[in-house]
């Protein structure tokens, strides 16, 4: 039994040392799978060995001897399970990291050899916003012409305001030279007042109107 111990345990530190070499860049990738068929072997011969070791502790050649004895051959031989199993997860992470290299660097070349074409997609979104653009812009355009005509409409209700007040003034003029009674001077006056609040309407209802086009249209 101490032989075949001897010879597990020397098994492990080979497979250990086998490891260091893994993580050396200057190997080719067939000389790291001839490690990795290496590595994976010695682990193989070492559960084999140590299932025989478990044998050997139950009914070997050390039945004769002291439980005491036997209990510390029993963890020696736990603790090669353990290096085992530690030996075969580190394999297996190993093997992950290489599978994952390997698809990041094809992935890579892939991306670097792609040559890349006209895309539909992006044409429909640019032309998309080009038109979208085109609305924006023809609504500013309808929005300052409203602002202008509304301008145009404000300048023309000024013009006869100032109209009407040269007028009522002519008229108080000619009131007084004809001599024109009070109620007919109060009645002008009422006409006058009442062209007032018309224009005033006119312009607040013009002022409105272009702020809902402002609003709706941008």
């Not at 345990?9 to 990795?36: A, G």
């Not at 009914?59 to 963890?75: E, H």
């Not at 020696?76 to 994952?100: E, F, G, P």
């Amino acid at each position: 039994m101490e032989t075949l111990y001897h010879q597990t345990n020397i098994l492990v530190q080979e497979t250990q040392h086998l490891f260091t070499q893994l993580e050396k860049k200057s190997f080719k990738k067939e000389d790291l799978k001839e490690i990795e068929k290496t590595i994976e072997s010695k682990i193989s011969l070492i559960n084999s060995n140590c299932e025989r070791l478990d044998v050997l502790c139950l009914k070997g050649s050390i039945s004769s001897v002291s439980p005491f004895k036997r209990q510390n051959a029993k963890m020696r031989v736990d603790q090669l399970k353990y290096d085992s199993r530690h030996l075969s997860a580190a394999l297996n992470t190993w093997r992950n990291q290489l599978i994952k290299k390997e698809r990041e660097e094809a992935e890579r070349e892939a991306l670097l050899s792609q040559t890349f074409t006209a895309n539909d997609h992006v044409d429909i979104m640019i032309d998309h916003n080009m038109q979208h653009n085109y609305s924006l812009r023809n609504a500013v355009n309808g929005v300052d012409d409203l602002i202008s005509h509304g301008t145009g409409i404000l300048d023309s209700l000024r013009s006869q305001r100032i109209t009407l007040k040269g007028a009522h003034k002519r008229l108080i003029d000619i009131g007084n030279t004809l001599g024109l009674s009070n109620t007919t001077m109060r009645l002008i006056e009422n006409r006058a007042r009442q062209d007032g609040f018309i224009l005033v309407g006119g312009m607040l209802f013009t002022c409105i109107v272009i702020i809902l086009v402002i609003i709706y249209l941008v």
